[in-house]
């Protein structure tokens, strides 16, 4: 039996200053569901593109790419049809913008600490995607 393949890309935006680091989360289906700006790679665009879109249509800011992070995978059914989903995730420093200005896609999206925002999280992929990124932010002194 054959399968739908979807791609999709993310991001995970980090602000901070003396040791406090916060990252962008955003809430979907009645803020019952939280999570990672993410959406559909389209057509003529690449992974990281698409990922900086997301960030700007769904959490309504703009990031600075510092790395690619990490590449999740899961299925789900749609329509009838079943779906293998890979998402490419990608590490953003915060640059300009408002996260109240978000499209209509997502109910709210907002910065909050670091360990707020992994209790937060829905998905445990998605934590997992947050975690490698405070690794990386720790090792590479992003925020001091």
């Known amino acids: 039996m054959g399968f739908v393949k979807d791609h999709s ?3 995970v935006v980090f602000r901070g200053g ?3 680091v916060e990252i962008l989360i955003v809430a979907t289906k009645g803020k019952s569901r939280w999570q990672l700006p993410k959406g559909r790679v389209e057509d003529k665009e690449g992974p990281l593109e698409a990922a900086q879109r997301e960030v700007k ?4 800011v703009e990031g600075e790419v510092v790395c690619p992070l990490d590449t999740i995978s899961y299925w789900y059914r749609w ?3 079943r779906h293998r989903k890979l998402v490419d995730f990608f590490l953003f420093r915060y640059l300009r913008g408002d996260p109240r200005e978000h499209d209509w896609e997502v109910d709210e999206a907002a910065f ?3 360990d707020q925002a992994l209790k937060l999280l829905t998905f445990p992929t998605e934590r997992k995607v947050v ?3 405070l690794e990386v932010i ?3 002194r992003l925020v001091l």
């Open 138 to 140: 720790r090792k590479k």
């Open 131 to 133: 975690e490698r990124a």
């Open 18 to 20: 003396d040791g406090e």
């Open 112 to 114: 909050f600490p670091a």
């Open 9 to 11: 890309a993310g991001g």
């Open 79 to 81: 329509e009838g049809k």
């Open 57 to 60: 249509e769904e959490g309504g």
